[in-house]
């Protein structure tokens, strides 16, 4: 359970320490006024059962009486505190904890992100670890609440005879024994609890997510995702009946136990006061203190069981965090040139993790100028992309090295590489945020009082006609998901990333397949956009469309990881190699000839 707790208490040290010494003062506080409140009704029931009129014995109890009163009153208010810091506490968990994951997961190197095992600790973490942590908190304030009632009616009943508290652990034992056990089966099976949901949860994603519903229902494959629910949640309601039949008979034998406890712990008071070891009033309050303690040392195992429950999650959580922090990019290094005028490839190779032979890149060496237009063309997996991130810095080489202006990459501040480099992808994110946001974010902290370099971005990328047909034009919310939002076509999510890398205005700038999914006037919109950056900025375009990069300085071709022919287009056709052969076919599917394409 230790496991459950360290990662909690950290986080509320950071989230919020005031309410967490609250919590604990409080508690502390709360227990001495349980042992107090014990010590008091022993002397009240003393006065009251004293001989003499009743008249006489209530006069002499009720100052102990109103003693106690109030001091009952310090409890709930002690109690009161407690519940004020909670509410405090829970909400500022949850958004610490969840920082703290985006953090980590933002700071990663990129190449985490395709390791199988660091994307599925992430999701684990994210769906499950955040939210157990929350409800953690929760269980722990309780615990606390508990453990010291528990506390403070060990330490009143050990104040009025020692052998009360040995009575106390031979009644409470059996009880606390048997919530143990039952949470011990609830862990032993929670891995498998886990899968399982993971498992249902995919599915239930799928059927139910606006993106998948088309192609579900085109492919007609409801009965696929209702078969493959039902597999899954099948087997977790079975495993779930099971730990809880276990779990009941666990319980139940626990209680059979506590209540020959309690019936051992009566006959032990009777005995003690027929033998005058203790009087009348100490033995009822030693009644009340183990049935209060009973109470408190229920929940205090039914907050260990949930502590219990949650602790895979919170391990999950933590050992991602852990993990993430030795994978985060490096904050230190020399700062990027601010306009690379040369960058050199020497013998790069890279793979990605667990594909170690199956290497994305070979052995690849080029050089770029400043200024120079650069065309990466092959077919798909070739190795166009990967190639470009690796030079944007996003990938380090698995072997080899890259240079800007002789400076190794790796030996770089990545914010300061990242500065330098547009990268239009072709499946750019889309934000659920404004038209206006959606361009900005190209480069959010620009200072642009006017909007003239927005609206120029949004008009080089035939964007501004998209945002001035939305309802609110450029305050437009870009998301279904939301009242009032509107969705784009493809196309037009397209122009809005291509005004975006525009509105970000580096010296590298990156074009992955920008106009796949664009018209042809959209298109050549774009390109002439491209081409007027392209003045005074190095542009690496990769594109399938090999029509789209005659003009290009220079073209490589890559075949399979590696670079098999590079040269300006009319040398590469005199070479008649594959991008002739390819480039030939594009025109004929196009009908297009060769001088006009």
């Known amino acids: 359970m230790s496991l459950s707790i360290q990662p909690v208490l950290t986080v509320l040290r950071r989230a919020a320490p005031r309410s967490t010494l609250v919590v604990f003062g409080a508690q502390v506080l709360a227990g001495a006024a349980t042992a ?67 953090r980590v ?26 939210m157990h942590l929350e409800g953690a908190t929760t269980c722990l304030v309780d615990a606390f609440r508990a453990a010291f009632s528990v506390g403070g009616a060990a330490l009143a009943l050990l104040w009025l005879h020692p052998l009360l508290l040995p009575i106390l652990v031979v009644a409470l034992l059996p009880e606390g024994w048997a919530a143990l056990h039952a949470a011990r089966l609830q862990y032993s099976g929670m891995a498998t ?32 995702v209702l078969s493959e629910y039902r597999r899954a949640a099948v087997a977790l309601q079975d495993h779930l009946v099971r730990m809880g039949v276990a779990e009941a008979r666990a319980t139940a034998f626990g209680r059979l136990l506590s209540g ?51 602790g895979l999650y919170i391990s999950d959580y933590r050992e991602f965090i852990e993990q993430s922090s030795r994978r985060a990019r490096p904050a230190t290094g020399v700062k990027a040139p601010e306009n690379p005028q040369r960058i050199e490839l020497h013998g790069v190779g890279f793979h990605y993790p667990d594909r170690e032979d199956r290497p994305a890149l070979r052995d690849v ?55 330098r480099v547009v990268m239009v992808l072709q499946d750019p994110i889309r934000w659920p945020r404004s038209a206006r946001d959606n361009v900005r974010l190209g ?120 670079i098999v022919e590079q040269g300006r287009h009319e040398e590469l056709m005199r070479l008649n190699g594959r991008y002739a052969e390819l480039y030939r076919l594009q025109t004929k599917l196009h009908g297009l000839d060769e001088d006009s394409a």
């Open 36 to 102: 107090w409140g014990l010590l008091l009704t022993t002397s009240v029931l003393g006065q009251l059962l004293s001989g003499g009129p009743d008249v006489e014995r209530l006069r002499a109890a009720l100052p102990t009486l109103l003693l106690l009163g109030g001091v009952q009153l310090a409890r709930m208010g002690m109690e009161t505190a407690t519940s004020i810091a909670r509410a405090h506490l829970v909400p500022r968990v949850y958004r610490v904890a969840e920082e703290d994951l985006f």
């Open 105 to 130: 997961s933002l700071q990663v190197e990129l190449s985490s992100f395709d390791d199988p095992g660091f994307y599925d600790q992430l999701h684990r973490a994210r769906d499950r670890g955040v």
């Open 193 to 224: 609890t886990i899968s399982l949901t993971r498992q249902v949860h995919m599915m239930a994603e799928l059927a139910t997510q606006r993106e998948a519903a088309p192609e579900i229902r085109t492919n007609q494959a409801e009965d696929y």
């Open 260 to 310: 020959l406890g309690l019936v051992a712990t009566f006959v032990a008071l009777g005995m003690m006061l027929r033998a005058h070891w203790l009087d009348l009033a100490v033995a009822g309050t030693a009644v009340i203190a183990v049935r209060s303690a009973s109470t408190a040392l229920t929940q205090l195992m039914q907050m260990a069981h949930g502590l219990f429950e949650k």
């Open 365 to 419: 060496s080029l050089t770029i100028d400043a200024g120079q237009s650069i065309a990466l063309v092959g077919e798909n997996g070739s190795g166009k992309t990967t190639l470009a991130k690796l030079i944007a810095g996003l990938y380090p080489p698995t072997s080899g090295r890259i240079t800007w202006d002789g400076v190794d990459l790796r030996d770089m501040a990545p914010d300061s590489l990242a500065d």
């Open 443 to 562: 480069r959010h902290q620009r200072v642009d009082p006017d909007a003239r370099v927005l609206h120029q971005a949004a008009e080089q990328a035939r964007a501004l006609e998209v945002i001035e047909s939305l309802p609110q034009g450029w305050e437009t919310l870009l998301s279904r998901q939301f009242r009032g939002g509107q969705d784009l076509s493809g196309g037009q999510w397209q122009r809005l990333a291509v005004a975006r890398g525009l509105y970000r205005d580096a010296p590298l700038v990156i074009w992955d397949e920008p106009t796949a999914p664009l018209d042809a006037r959209a298109e050549h919109a774009v390109y002439e956009s491209l081409r007027q950056m392209a003045r005074n900025r190095t542009v690496i375009l990769i594109t399938h469309r090999l029509a789209s990069v005659r003009n290009a300085d220079r073209i490589y071709f890559l075949e399979r990881g590696a």
